[in-house]
């Protein structure tokens, strides 16, 4: 045991005579001694029996093995002055399971492209499981992490519908179908007790305008002539701007660029997204686009770029605000629906707009 364990420092001619001589500086021994210094001494506490090694008292403080001498440990200094052995390096870690992600990006690409270039319909098909997995992903959160009720029926019905008369009927179509949803949503939440009514009926509508109404702008793209070329470099630009901030951002980022709402993302990240999507932008709208122009496909992929950013921004937001990391776990290596339609869903009116604009909407 140690011995300033006892809360005072070890005395002069603690250990007691040996075989060295007397301890320099020790008081001399005898009767003297015992009438000088009887008053500046005191007895030398008791001290417990010290239980055998081994088990949870099996570590090195230092304790008396039964048998032998007490074992004196380095004075602290002593063990500060020894020098340690420098840690490894730490590789940086992407934070989710690459692996899992790559598998999973390219089997849902599989199944998009496949429903996208053979069946039209059953592609809108994937935007409708899409919009409802996504629904129910954001009002289960909102309802686990703040209590918010909002009415998942008029929501997942509305936003199907909202879709499919997007498709149908073009915007006017995806205009009535959300004025309707936002009704039923008012309706349906009247069932409930009147408490928390306006907080939950603003939550329902929000969530009806945040995921099915901007997911109806992929369906409208879909209806023009080469509505499945326009769909594919919509997704392309997205996912290589997400791809060249990750790229870039992990490389060479350093200069945080939102740190209050996400931390991980960088100012060079934001370059790397800008440059990859503007070079893709530039080849999709030059070779796929029925008359589009290369720099056409700059200024879209530039457009893209800053909308993705903003919309992974805005579900960061979301998110720590609820004070999650992952909308679900649907999706291994990435998350939820929710966690993958983050920069696709603000992106499609912006793309959808600017391919109207340069193309036109046949």
């Known amino acids: 045991m140690n011995d300033s364990s006892w809360g005072a420092p070890p005395q002069a001619g603690y250990w007691g005579p040996s075989e060295r001589g007397p301890v320099q500086g020790a008081a001399p021994a005898g009767p003297a001694y015992d009438a000088q210094y009887a008053q500046q001494t005191r007895p030398m506490p008791i001290v417990p029996d010290v239980p055998d090694f081994g088990g949870d008292q099996d570590d090195d403080r230092g304790a008396a093995r039964p048998g032998g001498p007490p074992i004196r440990q380095e004075p602290q200094s002593m063990q500060d002055a020894a020098p340690q052995p420098a840690p ?9 399971d690459l692996g899992a992600a ?26 409708v499981v899409a919009v409802v997995v996504g629904l129910w992903e954001l009002t289960k959160r909102l309802d686990e992490r703040k209590g918010i009720h909002a009415p998942l029926v ?34 349906w939440r009247m069932a409930r007790p009147p408490q928390d009514y306006l907080r939950d009926v603003t939550a329902g509508v929000f969530a009806a305008f945040y995921v099915p109404f901007l997911a109806t702008f992929v369906a409208m793209m879909l209806t023009a002539d080469d509505g499945a070329w326009r ?6 630009l997205t996912v290589v701007s997400d791809t060249g901030a990750y790229a870039v951002g992990w490389r ?47 200024l879209l992929g530039l457009a893209v770029a800053v909308s993705a950013t903003l919309g992974d921004l805005g579900e960061s937001m979301i ?44």
């Open 88 to 96: 490894p390096p730490q590789k940086k870690s992407a934070g989710r």
């Open 102 to 127: 790559i598998g999973v990006a390219l089997g849902l690409g599989v199944v998009i492209v496949a429903s996208l270039f053979f069946v039209k319909a059953v592609f809108v098909g994937v935007v």
């Open 154 to 187: 008029p929501l997942a019905v509305g936003g199907a519908a909202m879709v499919i008369a997007g498709y149908v009927w073009g915007a006017d179509g995806a205009w009535v179908a959300m004025a309707l949803t936002a009704l039923a949503v008012l309706v």
């Open 231 to 236: 769909v594919l470099t919509f997704l392309i």
């Open 252 to 298: 060479f980022g350093k200069r945080k660029l939102a740190p209050r709402i996400s931390p991980g993302k960088t100012r060079e990240g934001l370059a790397g997204a800008v440059a990859f999507a503007m070079a893709a932008g530039a080849l999709c709208v030059h070779f796929l686009i029925d008359g589009g122009a290369w720099w056409q496909g700059l």
């Open 319 to 362: 998110k720590r605000d609820l004070g999650i990391k992952d909308m679900g776990t649907l999706l291994p290596g990435h998350g939820g629906i929710m966690d993958r339609l983050d920069s696709l869903l603000p992106t499609a009116p912006v793309a959808w707009l600017l391919l109207v604009i340069f193309v036109g909407s046949g």
